[in-house]
């Protein structure tokens, strides 16, 4: 399906690619060479998944360029309520799963570049999202399975990639400019209020095994802390993402 190419603010500048060029291994590729830098908008063609990667520059610490994952998160969220039915909304499972209806619709990837500078600073991040317009495989029923889902079947039959896209790198450069302006708190807030297991008993797969416990909270980087008998464990957003620590 033909769908006109978005437009993107002043800050961002786009680069499309077409199947099978994933946008995010597109990026990083060109974050790592150096022909991509900061405000570079790598999206895809694709009609049936919306993928799409922007690299940045950062100018604080890699702990902290992390949050930039929670970020895009609320970010998404918000483009995604300006264009879906009132009655449609996101939630997000730790550390980085967007679902609607208890079905996974996508999810925000991070890669960090593995070179620190003296104040602990990377040369360059990529900050990707990937979510299912559409179905992935047409012979499935809708509902087959229960575990994913895509906009299509939630009843965003009018949300189309490109919109979505205009919408979400507003809503970015919106919240990514709060964030600089005010911290983390505002971000950290928005993104609690849709968390989908908040005050719950949940099973958190985490560096090769399983961890259970009551959800508490995060702390100020977004790394979530579970509550298991008279214990509080605090799992790491970059262990979670399988992200390395980097080195100078």
């Not at 994952?69 to 309520?81: E, P, T």
């Not at 991070?110 to 495989?137: F, H």
């Amino acid at each position: 399906m033909h769908q006109p190419d978005p437009t993107f603010p002043p800050l961002l500048t786009g680069h499309d690619v077409k199947n099978p060029v994933v946008a995010f291994e597109h990026a990083v590729a060109g974050a790592k060479a150096g022909t991509f830098g900061a405000g570079d908008f790598i999206w895809s063609r694709n009609t049936q998944r919306l993928e799409c990667a922007v690299v940045l520059e950062p100018e604080v610490s890699r702990q902290h360029s992390l949050e930039m994952l929670h970020v895009a998160m609320v970010a998404f969220a918000d483009a995604f309520g300006s264009l879906a039915p009132p009655e449609i909304g996101v939630l997000y499972k730790w550390p980085n799963k967007l679902r609607i209806n208890a079905g996974e619709v996508g999810e925000v990837r991070i890669a960090v570049s593995e070179k620190l500078d003296e104040a602990g600073i990377p040369d360059w991040m990529v900050l990707d999202i990937g979510v299912q317009l559409r179905p992935a495989k047409m012979v499935l029923d809708p509902g087959e399975d229960v575990d994913f889902t895509n906009l299509l079947e939630e009843g965003c039959v009018e949300v189309s990639r490109t919109e979505l896209l205009e919408a979400y790198a507003r809503q970015l450069l919106t919240w990514i400019h709060g964030w600089a302006s005010d911290g983390f708190r505002h971000v950290h807030d928005n993104w609690l209020e849709r968390l989908e297991d908040k005050g719950d008993d949940c099973e958190i797969q985490y560096d090769g095994k399983i961890v259970s416990g009551a959800f508490t909270g995060l702390d100020e980087f977004g790394n979530l802390l579970l509550r298991d008998g008279g214990e509080t464990k605090m799992l790491m957003v970059d262990v979670a993402l399988g992200i390395g620590q980097g080195t100078k």
